[in-house]
């Protein structure tokens, strides 16, 4: 079945680091990807949805310039953390939507960002 | 605002006994509504669906139920199985397969535990 590969799976780093977290559509062409973040014990929050070609929309509340968001590819989207800080810790999960599927998304096993 | 919500954080039941799971929605205009398992560090599995046409959905040990008077889903998954351990999500999302789904709103997700 489709399959959509979330890299990395975890990441610790420092304040003030940038981290990028890529998320591919492995055996289907993605136009649209969403990205997630989920704090402990509460729900997913769409954070993005990331169009193949074009600006990403981004849901209210979330920092554009925070989270960089870029779809160059029908099989690869990227989010960039800027100059994380510890309060941008959490698990942060991709989804893909494949046109040709009866679900509406395919999710990425998620990225544990831990920022010290 | 909550459109999505699951009111029970937790729910313990027995190996061998059904589980139930629940989930209000608030949004006339959803259409199509999902179940995910998530086990932690991992995204969601998907589980089961059901359209808006339908009342009920069958798939195995798992069976959806919908009524769209009350705006209640719920997940019955019969005989429980340890395995089924997990943090269930309900999703709602307007439009359908044929016609593009929107976003998927999650609920705050269910803690079940089915002990031996």
């Known amino acids: 079945g489709a399959v959509v590969s979330q890299h990395p799976s975890r990441v610790i780093c420092k304040s003030g680091t940038s981290v990028k977290i890529e998320c591919r559509s492995l055996?289907?062409?993605?136009?649209?990807m969403f990205w997630y973040r989920q704090f402990p014990k509460k729900s997913l929050m769409l954070m993005a949805t990331s169009n193949e070609g074009s600006k990403a929309t981004y849901e209210q509340g979330v920092e554009k310039d925070k989270f960089l968001i870029n779809h160059a590819s029908l099989t690869l989207s990227t989010l960039t953390v800027t100059s994380a800080h510890p309060e941008d810790s959490s698990f942060y999960i991709c989804s893909a939507r494949d046109s040709q599927a009866r679900q509406p998304q395919h999710f990425g096993d998620g990225t544990r960002l831990s920022i010290l | 605002d909550q459109q999505v919500k699951q009111n029970s954080p937790s729910l313990s039941v027995q190996e061998g006994r059904i589980s139930i799971l629940n989930c209000d929605y608030t949004n006339s205009m959803f259409d199509y509504f999902l179940w995910y398992k998530k086990y932690p560090a991992e995204g969601p599995t998907f589980l089961i669906s059901i359209s808006s046409i339908k009342d009920k959905n069958e798939d195995g040990r798992f069976t959806v139920f919908l009524n769209k008077s009350a705006k209640h889903l719920s997940l019955h998954i019969v005989p429980s199985q340890p395995g089924d351990s997990a943090v269930y999500f309900c999703a709602a999302t307007p439009g359908t397969w044929r016609t593009s789904y929107g976003k998927l709103t999650f609920g705050q997700g269910t803690i079940l535990t089915v002990h031996p």
């Open positions: 055996d289907f062409q993605a136009t649209t």
